[in-house]
Antibody, heavy 119, light 107 residues
Framework: QIQLVQSGPELKKPGESVKISCKAS????????MYWVKQAPGQGLQYMGW????????TYADDFKGRFVFFLETSASTAYLQINNLKNEDMATYFC????????????WGQGASVTVSS | DIQMTQSPASLSASLGETVTIECRAS??????LAWYQQKPGNSPQLLIY???SLADGVPSRFSGSGSGTQYSLKINSLQSEDVASYFC?????????FGGGTKLELK
């Protein structure tokens, strides 16, 4: 079955960068796109965008254009989210998710990776 | 972007009760709507897609309905394991957008 395993919690200072990984297994990595979703503490879900795992082309939601980067290591079936120039408002749990059925339906999720930003 | 408005924001119900959560889209999303359940400390899990199709392994006490801009999630015979937050999400227009969530607790 599809499994997405994310990297562990991160503690960073404002202005630093963080890289979160999402390793996929149980399917052919390039068959399905990878989505990223942000959840700030005690808040709801915010769609960040997705990356086409076949072409490597990322697409970002408007709030995540600029400091956020999606990229792949296809040989390792792994997707990455990098956040540059961290700000306090980036403190959140970040989920990767994929869809094996309908485009836009996230039917498999990683366990989440928490990012704490503190000076 | 399409705005998704969920109600209520929180809900308290008794075991065995029937619970309904509403989701309204700012424009017609043609049933391209999913519902997710997120238990405390866990990642979201898909419950329903295409407004009324049950995802694999989801108990039949969950059901979805609606069309146009108005959708609902119904939980029949509430169980203790249903304590969670529930989110709707539209995938008709990019970017996909989520509702604000409904936190369901036991009374």
């Amino acid at each position: 079955q599809i499994q997405l395993v994310q990297s562990g919690p991160e503690l960073k200072k404002p202005g630093e960068s963080v890289k979160i990984s999402c390793k996929a297994s149980g399917y052919t990595f390039t068959n399905y796109g990878m989505y990223w979703v942000k959840q700030a503490p005690g808040q709801g879900l915010q769609y960040m965008g997705w990356i086409n795992t076949e072409t490597g082309k990322p697409t970002y939601a408007d709030d995540f254009k600029g400091r956020f980067v999606f990229f792949l290591e296809t040989s390792a079936s792994t997707a990455y989210l990098q956040i540059n120039n961290l700000k306090n408002e980036d403190m959140a749990t970040y989920f990767c998710a994929t869809n094996s059925g309908y485009e836009g339906v996230m039917d498999a999720w990683g366990q989440g990776a928490s990012v704490t930003v503190s000076s | 972007d399409i705005q998704m408005t969920q109600s209520p924001a929180s809900l308290s119900a008794s075991l065995g009760e029937t619970v309904t959560i509403e989701c309204r889209a700012s424009e017609d999303i043609y049933s391209n709507l999913a519902w997710y359940q997120q238990k405390p400390g866990n990642s979201p899990q898909l419950l329903i897609y295409d407004a009324n199709s049950l995802a694999d392994g989801v108990p039949s006490r969950f059901s979805g309905s609606g069309s146009g801009t108005q959708y609902s999630l119904k939980i029949n015979s509430l169980q203790s394991e249903d304590v969670a937050s529930y989110f709707c999400q539209q995938y008709n227009n990019y970017p996909w957008t989520f509702g604000g969530g409904t936190k369901l607790e036991l009374k």
